[in-house]
Nanobody, 119 residues
Framework: QVQLVESGGGLVQTGDSLRLSCAASGRTFIIFRMAWFRQAPGKEREFVAAINWSGGTTYYGNSVKGRFTISRVNTENTVYLQMNDLKPEDTAVYYC????????????WGQGTQVTVSS
């Protein structure tokens, strides 16, 4: 299995930037795609961004396009989420997750890191 540890969350103000990190360990050779999800209190989990481990193709949720950038450093087994122009509605617990080629569900999840954006 793959173990994931997120870091970089915190309390920021509207318009600020923040960078989240997700370090993977264990059977990292099975990773096909890494993603960030978020969940705000009382809301369903929302897809934020994803990146293919090989090739680097990226995917973004509509609410973060143009503001967030996902990247990876394969040699460090780490994925980053650069978040710019943060808004109060970005407040949530952010989770890192990985999936294999098959099945398509994300199987490994981190513990989450809190991001709070004050107005």
């Amino acid at each position: 299995q793959v173990q994931l540890v997120e870091s970089g969350g915190g309390l920021v103000q509207t318009g600020d930037s923040l960078r989240l990190s997700c370090a993977a360990s264990g059977r990292t050779f099975i990773i096909f795609r890494m993603a960030w999800f978020r969940q705000a209190p009382g809301k369903e989990r929302e897809f934020v961004a994803a990146i293919n481990w090989s090739g680097g193709t990226t995917y973004y949720g509509n609410s973060v396009k143009g503001r967030f950038t996902i990247s990876r450093v394969n040699t460090e087994n780490t994925v980053y989420l650069q978040m710019n122009d943060l808004k109060p509605e970005d407040t949530a617990v952010y989770y890192c997750a990985t999936r294999r080629v098959s099945p398509s569900e994300y199987q490994s999840w981190g513990q989450g890191t809190q991001v709070t954006v004050s107005s």
